[in-house]
């Protein structure tokens, strides 16, 4: 094999290291850029099972390195082999580098000049399908890598998060194609229509509308290391910690408190005394608490991953069950029991999924609550806001993942879903990274990993609907049909000219 026929495989893996290193994490912005122009130039004069091969390519090469942190969940926390765990990550991310592989192929069917825009169309499209299965995980868009930058997040009301994603992939794409002669006419059109299209929604997009006074939220961060957090002669510290913690919030005037995933080893609705501390607390400090617990359910031996809004006046009498759960962490895929993986999560297979984006009570109003995972799907965030919810809350534990890239790859997604909405946002995690996000996606007040303290900053509700939010399911189902029109009528240009 010459050198010459290896460069075509050397770009489309340049290509997803580059959008590896331009997420949240590295942060090496710009990178982004470069991303489309380097697959489209891999694929050239090439179609069929090659350019599906090179697509898959660049989507391994994406996510095994934008996912290096499996390998801390399956070797630290899920007790496999280190080499076991690398191999679980490898088989991830060969998984759902198909994205890319079948994106590569499509791209590939249609006319060269075609490529500049149906290719950022396939990867935009394949960004919102992998919400479904087999990959149900819509982790890392490519608009996250904007979030360092919150002034570059402007066209997000209006365009969601796909949008921006497409976005981004046709202003990479339209400028490599003006370093090609024949394709220069074709690149500069889509160049100015696109920044045409980001300003235009950037205008355009709604501003924030506040509604009611300014609320102190004080959000705790308790950061309990994950091992000591199973061991029960640690419960009370654990408890302690986070009462001792939520007195500062309320003796600096905090108003609502808010508590990470899973911040007391209790169950709200079956001890009933802690669940008189919790409510004598609310009454006599005249605070309102975000509290996470395990809802029971109305049948034996039916739990769930549940959120519930303590106000002085006690418990209110409906919760937030989280809908969106963990594969192989909440619930196990299809029929299978995997006996390898139980040691991931104590409660294995044993969560039920919620039905209901009802968002809870609050003093800034109606607030819709995400658990962990769940901040990723921009269709519950809008759920919320469309039935309500006037300011957005999302709690986790990130202490599987170490000090690594994923708690800031989890940071960015609810910076989108901040920004998408114009809401302000309240991100409580256990070990970090804490932050309270301001409607226009920039980050007021936060606690980097692995710190115990509190953040601390106010925050007032919102008023109207975005686009983004009021058309999210038309945005997402109708990027996918257009990438798919446009790639058929390429297929039938190109079959017409020859």
């Excluded at 489309?12 to 994490?25: K, S």
């Excluded at 912005?29 to 898959?56: C, E, N, Q, S």
Aim: glycine share 10%; proline share 7%; with cysteine.
């Amino acid at each position: 094999m010459t050198q010459k026929s290896w460069q075509p495989w050397l770009l489309a893996a340049a290509a997803g290291v580059a959008l590896a290193l331009a997420l949240p994490g590295p942060g090496l912005v710009p990178l982004v850029l470069v991303v489309p122009g380097l697959l489209r130039r891999a694929l050239v004069g090439t179609g069929g099972w090659r350019a599906f091969r090179l697509g898959w390519v660049a989507g391994f090469a994406q996510w095994v390195i934008a996912v290096a942190w499996v390998v801390i969940v399956m070797h630290r926390y899920g007790h496999l082999a280190a080499a076991l765990a690398v191999l679980a990550t490898v088989l991830m991310a060969a998984i759902l580098g198909l994205t890319w592989a079948i994106a590569g192929w499509a791209a590939s069917t249609v006319p060269e000049s075609w490529r500049v825009v149906a290719l950022p169309l396939a990867l935009a499209a394949f960004e919102e399908l992998q919400h479904l299965p087999p990959w149900i995980f819509p982790w890392n868009p490519v608009a996250a890598v904007l979030t360092p930058v919150p002034v570059l997040l402007a066209p997000l009301p209006v365009t969601g998060a796909i949008g921006l994603s497409l976005l981004l992939l046709l202003l990479g794409s339209s400028l490599d194609a003006l370093l090609t002669p024949r394709l220069r006419r074709v690149g500069a059109c889509w160049l100015v229509a696109t920044v045409a299209a980001g300003v235009g929604a950037a205008i355009f997009a709604p501003p924030f509308r506040a509604v009611g006074p300014p609320v102190k939220v004080a959000v705790l961060q308790p950061n309990v290391a994950l091992e000591t957090r199973w061991q029960p002669a640690n419960e009370p510290a654990i408890e302690d910690a986070v009462w001792r913690l939520s007195r500062q919030a309320a003796a600096a005037g905090a108003r609502w408190i808010v508590w990470p995933e899973s911040a007391v080893p209790r169950i709200l609705e079956a001890d009933g005394g802690y669940r008189a501390r919790v409510e004598a607390f609310a009454r006599d400090t005249h605070t309102w608490l975000l509290v996470g617990s395990i809802g029971l359910g109305d049948e034996a031996g039916e739990y769930y991953n549940s959120v519930h809004a303590v106000s002085p006046g006690g418990v209110s009498p409906w919760r937030y069950d989280k809908m969106h759960l963990v594969p192989f962490g909440e619930y196990v895929p299809l029929a299978g029991r995997i006996a390898a993986l139980r040691a991931l999560v104590r409660e294995v297979g044993a969560f039920t999924p919620g039905a209901s984006a009802l968002p809870l009570p609050g003093p800034a109003g109606a607030t819709g609550v995400a658990v962990c995972y769940e901040v990723a799907f921009p269709s519950l965030a809008a759920a919320q806001v469309r039935l309500g919810a006037q300011i957005l809350a999302t709690i986790t534990n990130d202490g599987w993942y170490g000090d690594s890239a994923a708690p800031r790859q989890h940071l960015a997604l609810a910076i989108l879903r901040a920004a998408e909405t114009r809401r302000y946002l309240v991100r409580a995690a256990n070990t970090g990274i804490s932050a309270v996000i301001a409607p226009d996606g920039r980050v007021v007040a936060r606690l980097g990993f692995g710190r115990e303290g509190l953040v601390m900053a106010e925050v007032q509700g919102g008023a109207g609907v975005t686009p983004a939010a009021a058309l999210s399911a038309w945005l997402r189902g109708g990027i996918v049909l257009l990438a798919v029109f446009a790639i058929m009528t390429g297929r039938w240009r190109r079959r017409a000219t020859r």
